[in-house]
């Protein structure tokens, strides 16, 4: 920085998270001091950043970082110091405002990746060897967060591939779903990939346009385009074992055409096949019906009277965006979904902040650090199941009621006004039964609105007008939007994947997918899935940081492949299996595995087939790179004769 403007930087340090100013003035001065237990931040369960340090000490901290900035610039803005390993975790720790456990401090440290020593850093992926790279060929399927990031690595790796994208665009979710409202519901200064990050996020919680941008501009800065064939889906997949190749069917728009790929990543999400509820007559409604990842933005709904089906994620941020040009809202809710208090979901990230992403080195390292903390793990201890808990339905544990009474009464206090409203918005499940949202208060307010109605009767009927509840009271409508969410749990559907003696994948799940670690399945050699089963979160992390984790393990698969000169992989059935059975026996133990609670997590089996029940930081661990005793590795040409 050539000259320091001291409005900027007074503006700057009002907006600071002190305690990760205070990292990065760390290693800008060469100086620990900046640790100090006065500083040390105290947080709570749902504190979105307040550090609980007294104002005093707050303003003791501004002064002293504002003589330490400005000095820092008159020596000409020297590059910071990289902190030795003990350095670095007293600092995790004072950031964290916990002491950090031994075994996160190097998984802490890549996803911190200060310093570029990380495994993250662009420098990490060891090129393939270069001949065995040339003779493979990579199938991507999906060019939405989880396809481009493996298209990224990929190039890095030197190995070809291309990848095919069912839509006219990248961007996947934040593509297809423009519905009013519709928003990131993880900060994004997590919400983005460790390599990518951006300094100039308007918002903490970035709407879907500004999303959409990040994922194209991030195509276009990797050149990713080019590798790209929109509008082409893949109908299916036939490995041929004579050749270790999987032999695909696109359908495109000129037809159907084959390709041939020595391994195949699937990036195609979880949450993209719109899920219609089974209610009778729902064919026969006469008005407009939509689904809310498939909004008609060309119905316009002033003056209308709409019905809402569905209170999950979608409706809860679309609702309060269109309660007030409609002439009356009818909300249908089956289960009310738990909000956490989240005050500044809607704000702007205040230019100070802004400033010091840019300007201070390392302040978004460790800002980014302090966000993926307090999500990393925190939130679990409060959804863990207690086997042994007396209470009832409610909680799973004592920890879990008391985190309940915690949100309840957020939710309680919206509603004071509305005894008859607060009865029904207070769930009935745990905490952590389903993912929780971000409550900023809107939802409530839209609820108390003259023209809104809540039902929560159940739906039994859909007429040629309106619909019909359970107690036979017929409402009309002139028009339905379906927030009911997707077809989850119905993993690679609709592509039809034929694996080794032509054994079809979904009739092998049987509606019930399973994956070691959610990427690999016996029997479907060089099959590779992003977001497989058991690979959701729902109160700890960011999708990204998981997609970030496989794409670095299947890039290890490769390499594996090019190192042993095998054309096949799979895993071990019996590796396969008992990690499956220790991820039930997780689940069972989590609120989201309750057999109170009912949701998408749970497939037709009722078995969790989407969450993942433990720690970040173990399936960080288990993704670093794939052990070649947990596989089976074949020269499938050889096995042929
Ligand atoms: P969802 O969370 O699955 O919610 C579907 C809603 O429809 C639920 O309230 C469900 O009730 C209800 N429903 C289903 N069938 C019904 C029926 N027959 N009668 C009445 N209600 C019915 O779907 P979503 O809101 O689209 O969200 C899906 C997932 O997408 C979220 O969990 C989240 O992971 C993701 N998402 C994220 C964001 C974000 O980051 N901001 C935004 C939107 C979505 P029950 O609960 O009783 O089943």
Sequence with gaps: MAKLDLGALDQALEAAHQPALAAALVQMTGDVHWLRPEWTPTYTPLSRGETGVPEAEQANFRAQARAAITDWVDRGSPAPTTPDAGTLRRMMSFVAGADIPENYADFLNDELAIGGQSSKDPQWTTPILKDAARRMHVLVIGAGMSGLLTGIRLNQAGVDFEIVEKNADVGG????????????????????????????????????????????????????RKKIRFETSVEEMVWDETRAVWKVSLKTAKGTEQVEATAVITAVGQLNRPRLPDVRGRERFKGPAFHSAQWRHDIDLTGKRVAVIGTGASAFQFVPEIVGKVASLTVFQRTPPWGFPTSHYHEDVPAGMNWLLEHIPNY?????????????????????????????ETAVSAPNAMFRAMVAEALRMQAADRPDLAEKVIPTYPVGGKRALLDNGVWIAALKQPNVELVTDPLTEITETGAVTADGTAREFDVIIYGTGFHASRFLYPMKIKGRGGADLHET?????????????????????????????????????????????????????????????????????????????????????????????????????????????DYWRATLAPDPQDFVLTKERQMAG
């Design 364 to 392: 978004d390292k460790w800002y980014r650090f302090f966000l993926f903390w307090m999500v990393t793990d925190g939130l679990l201890a409060g959804v863990r199941a207690d086997p042994d808990w007396k209470g009832d």
């Design 509 to 617: 799940w049987n509606g019930d997918a399973r994956a070691y670690l959610g990427m690999t399945t016996p029997g479907f050699p060089n099959l590779f899935m992003i977001y497989g089963p058991n690979t959701n979160i729902v109160v700890n992390g960011s999708i990204i940081f998981f997609s970030e984790c496989s794409v670095r393990y299947i890039l290890g698969c490769l390499k594996l492949l090019a190192e042993t000169g095998a054309q096949a992989m799979e895993p071990k059935p019996e590796v396969h299996d008992a990690f499956n059975i220790k991820v039930d026996e997780g689940n069972r133990l989590m609120a989201w595995g309750a057999p109170q609670v009912t949701s998408w997590y749970k497939n037709e089996k009722g078995r969790v087939s989407q969450n993942w029940p433990f720690a970040l930081v």
């Design 173 to 224: 979710t934040w593509l297809e779903n423009t519905y009013p409202g519709c928003r990131v519901d993880s900060s994004n200064h997590i919400y983005s990939y460790s390599f990518e990050p951006n300094h100039n996020w308007p918002q903490h919680f970035s709407t879907q346009p500004v999303l959409l941008d990040y994922f194209r501009g991030v195509a276009d800065r990797y050149d990713l």
